[in-house]
């Protein structure tokens, strides 16, 4: 009996390290993550003669909110801004730019933890991201035109959290916002571009409360 005892004290005792270990904000109910980083557009429009249309990469800033469904899952909300030129591929030549346009992206997300991982002493923690938003493009074009343009995209995301303190981890964040350029919102004229694979790197600080 008593050697039953010790190991159920035994057991109670390391209880605490070992779910920190497996699930280190499953005690959390909300999880904040400013971040910053940089955006990689695809090509709006492929035209003739290997001409295309895009934007050049800009700065991306914004902040995720999270509330914990479970100790692995997540609803995540996403809110985001870049902005940089626009430019006409032309062979040869090369870019040109045509324009500028400032971008907000928004979206709601379901998160999933796919574990944690002990290094020293911080915790790994990799996860996937999946949800459906939209991009919202306020364009000027060569100083003359401004026109706006919402379009609907989806998006798939992976990443990690490396805890660094209490409640504090930098999170990692590779996105991938798939969508198509609604270019009869944007200029009247029902013109089909591919569907473009816009991609966002980003690094920030997660708080969890």
């Known amino acids: 009996m008593r050697t039953l005892t010790r190991s159920l004290l035994a057991m109670l005792a390391v209880a605490p390290s070992f779910l920190s270990a497996q699930a280190p904000n499953s005690g959390s109910v909300l999880h904040v993550t400013p971040y910053a980083g940089v955006m990689l557009f695809g090509n709006y429009l492929n035209g003739p003669l290997g001409t295309t249309l895009t934007n050049k990469p800009g700065m991306l800033y914004g902040t995720q909110v999270g509330l914990s469904l479970s100790p692995e899952l997540s609803l995540v909300g996403n809110l985001g801004y870049t902005s940089s030129s626009i ?23 379901l998160e999933y933890q796919l574990g944690a991982i002990r290094n020293g002493s911080s915790t790994i923690t990799p996860f996937v991201q999946g949800g459906v938003g939209a991009m919202r493009y306020d364009i000027e074009a060569v100083s003359v035109l401004t026109t706006q343009a919402t379009n609907f995209a989806g998006n798939l995301g992976l990443g990690a959290d490396v805890t660094v303190g209490r409640g504090v981890a930098i999170r990692f964040l590779a996105r991938d916002y798939i969508g198509k350029f609604d270019f009869k919102d944007a200029v009247g004229v029902g013109v089909s571009g591919p569907t473009a694979h816009n991609f966002g790197l980003t690094a920030g600080l997660r708080f969890d409360f």
């Not at 430019?87 to 997300?109: E, F, K, N, R």
């Open 87 to 109: 430019d006409v591929g032309l062979p040869i030549v090369g870019g040109v730019s045509v324009g500028h346009s400032s971008t907000l992206i928004y979206d709601a997300d």
